[in-house]
């Protein structure tokens, strides 16, 4: 009996310290979406080729030479709803100097959802389906919004975790010039 009991008591303090020490090196920041989970960043981006919700074919090599906000959502989504104003003021400003684009791609949607959404709300870009092809996998998406900013080169520079606004796309541009 005291033998049992002594080897319960090691087991015990074992867990113990183990507990211990996994809530030592977890450090300070444990939220999941707060790291970048594939490690996109300073990498190419991945390629995107398809047909948008208009039927024009759409190929992320198109792009290169100005930078590219490649956008998760879905017509669903509130975070979503509540940041396409933001991604509008950002395509219309720089429409004008063609120095920068959007384009979105639709998880989970219906093509008459989305048209509807973009209709409503406006926005004038590239909006690609998930689909099969399995994009948001190729980024790892996590959660509704995501965004990746691409560089002129084509290189993924900042990853946008939940909603954007003009202002922090353009500072991240400026930051990343």
């Known amino acids: 009996m005291?033998?049992?009991s002594a080897a319960i008591a090691g087991i015990v303090g074992v867990v113990l310290v183990a507990l211990i020490v996994l809530f030592i090196t977890a450090g300070s920041n444990s939220d999941p979406l707060a790291v970048d989970t594939n490690q996109l960043i300073d990498k190419p981006a991945p390629d995107i080729n398809g047909t948008d919700t208009e039927g024009r074919p759409f190929r992320l090599e198109d792009y290169r030479g100005r930078w590219l906000l490649v956008n998760f959502f879905a017509t669903w989504c509130t975070p979503c709803i509540a940041e396409h104003p933001e991604l509008v003021a950002f395509s219309e400003a720089h429409q004008r100097t063609g120095d920068a684009s959007v384009v979105?791609?639709?998880?989970?949607d219906d093509p008459a959802d989305v048209a509807d959404f973009f209709d409503q709300r406006g926005g004038d870009?590239?909006?690609?389906?998930?689909?099969e092809a399995g994009i948001s996998l190729?980024?790892?998406?996590v959660a509704?919004?995501?965004?990746y900013l691409v560089d002129p080169d084509g290189t993924v520079v900042y990853k946008f975790i939940g909603g954007v606004t003009k202002s922090a796309?353009?500072?991240e541009m400026a930051a990343n010039s």
């Open 104 to 108: 979105s791609v639709a998880f989970q």
């Open 138 to 141: 190729d980024y790892a998406v």
């Open 169 to 171: 796309i353009e500072a």
């Open 2 to 4: 005291k033998h049992r």
């Open 125 to 131: 870009w590239a909006v690609v389906a998930d689909g």
């Open 144 to 147: 509704l919004p995501e965004s």
